[in-house]
């Protein structure tokens, strides 16, 4: 099989894994108890008061934590706000994604139909929540914590 006829759809488990350990350790500089039901914090990113990454633990379990976030005036004011749940699993040391904006697409795929999705869509959701935990560890200013 020459170069150009390999499977552009080749599904990367180790790939995807290493982001999910990335986003863990990036997890860890947040300053929230994520085995605390209900502890939240809010994150102003920028200069923009209104640029807001908001997380919030919403379940706990004896090895996982389930995590709501949100991040508002981020991007472009006609994207909407971008709410993600994510699982932190303690045992693992792994973030993965496991609802995006109540739905299943990703927003930078506008041509994309509904119900169709990359093989590897998984990762570009970890991905983006890698770059949102990046962006909010380099750019946020005020960190409000509600235990």
């Given amino acids: 099989m020459s170069f150009f006829q390999k499977d552009k759809h080749h599904l990367d488990l180790a790939r ?7 986003n863990y ?6 300053p929230i108890d994520t085995c605390q039901m209900g502890a939240s914090v809010e994150v102003m990113v920028g200069k923009n008061a209104s640029s807001l990454v908001y997380l919030e633990v919403t379940e706990v ?3 996982t934590s389930t995590l709501s976030m949100s991040a508002k005036g981020l991007g472009p004011q006609w994207l909407p706000p971008i709410n993600i749940k994510a699982r932190i699993y303690r045992d693992a040391k792994m973030v993965e994604i496991i609802e995006w904006c109540s739905d299943r697409t990703i927003p930078w795929e506008l041509s994309e139909r509904k119900g169709i999705q990359a093989r590897d869509e998984k990762w570009q959701w970890n991905m983006f929540l890698s770059e949102i935990l990046i962006y909010a560890l380099r750019h946020g200013l005020a960190v409000t914590e509600n235990p």
């Fill in 16 to 22: 995807l894994h290493k982001e999910c350990e990335h």
């Fill in 25 to 30: 350790r990036r997890f860890l500089k947040v």
């Fill in 61 to 63: 379990t004896k090895y």
